[in-house]
């Protein structure tokens, strides 16, 4: 940047230079020319009586030409003048335009580093499976938005043939580790690992999301995410305990202020539990690890 604007001020000055060259050799050729006028009238006037016409002739011809000489010179002085003011005018608004551009950037940064948000897994997770009334609603709306499927599951086979497929839903507590109150969470890619094997799953369609919702008996805020298979998996099976070593999820926070952080967690779990009254599964996460796979970034205007 340093080395750019050296640059940007040398090429200024030698404009200004070329600039002060071409009107001290306007005023020489001034010069010059009153020089030879003032000698051709000087001549005139003391051999008025001498001169013939011929001679008098030759006079008129010098000053004519003398005079198209100053007015041509004058001509390309005044063009190469307004021309090296417009370039320095235009290159004074690019200068100014970059300076903006440069200053907007910045002010985009602190605004970035000032309201992210990173989200912790805490508690336990609960898996089970979907109740049969939101079932009944994805076959009438068939409206994928917050669900995700296990690689290789044909969505457009689940929405017409539900009967052969598992819906289940998975919930997980979170808490803001750093920064502002969360707006969204997208999951890109879920891998549960079991022994002897993972299950995959990856969003049903591009803007698919998750659900987030507030607890309010346990007072903490849960992200829910739906998932669905065929029934051949053997990723759950109703009323049994389904053990998972770990968890790798990949997945975005956005904060309500629209910055975006993109991230891997992994969660780890002790032996999960059956509960009673839901039949759900109940996974104690025993340790998280999260790593950030990119920097922040703004998702919408500021002013937005």
Not at 28 to 40: G, H
Not at 163 to 184: H, L
Not at 256 to 274: M, R
């Amino acid at each position: 940047m340093e080395e750019e604007e050296m640059n940007g001020k040398k090429q200024k000055n030698k404009k200004l230079k070329t600039h002060k060259m071409n009107f001290k050799l306007l005023i020489i050729i001034w010069a010059s020319v009153f020089a030879v006028l003032a000698t051709v009238f000087i001549v005139t006037h003391f051999t008025s009586g001498l001169i013939g016409q011929e001679g008098f002739w030759l006079i008129n011809l010098i000053i004519a030409f003398a005079s198209f000489v100053m007015t041509s010179v004058f001509s390309v002085a005044i063009f190469n003048h307004n021309k090296i003011s417009r370039e320095m005018s235009e290159e004074n608004r690019r200068n100014s335009d970059e300076v903006n551009t440069r200053a907007e950037e910045f002010r985009t940064l602190q605004f970035v580093s000032s309201n992210y948000t990173v989200i912790d897994f805490t508690d336990y997770m609960l898996l089970y499976a979907e109740p049969k009334r939101y079932i009944d609603g994805l076959k009438k709306h068939k409206d994928f938005t917050l669900y995700m499927k296990e690689d290789g599951t044909d969505i457009t086979d689940a929405a017409e043939n539900a009967g052969n497929y598992k819906f289940i839903t998975i919930k997980i507590p979170f808490k803001v580790a750093e920064g502002k109150s969360v707006g969204k969470i997208r999951f890109s890619r879920f891998k549960f690992v079991k022994e002897g094997g993972s299950h995959i799953f990856v969003p049903c369609g591009k803007n698919n999301g998750s659900l987030i919702i507030y607890n309010d008996a346990d007072r903490r805020n849960e992200v829910v995410v739906n998932l669905i298979t065929d029934n051949t998996s053997e990723f759950f099976a109703d009323g049994e305990i389904i053990p998972f070593l770990k968890i790798k999820a990949n997945l975005t926070m956005q904060s309500l202020l629209g910055v975006a952080v993109t991230g891997w967690v992994e969660l780890y779990f002790n032996n999960p539990l059956k509960l009673e009254n839901s039949g759900a599964n109940k996974y104690k996460i025993n340790s998280s690890e999260f790593e950030i796979s990119g920097l922040p970034v703004l998702t919408r205007g500021k002013e937005e």
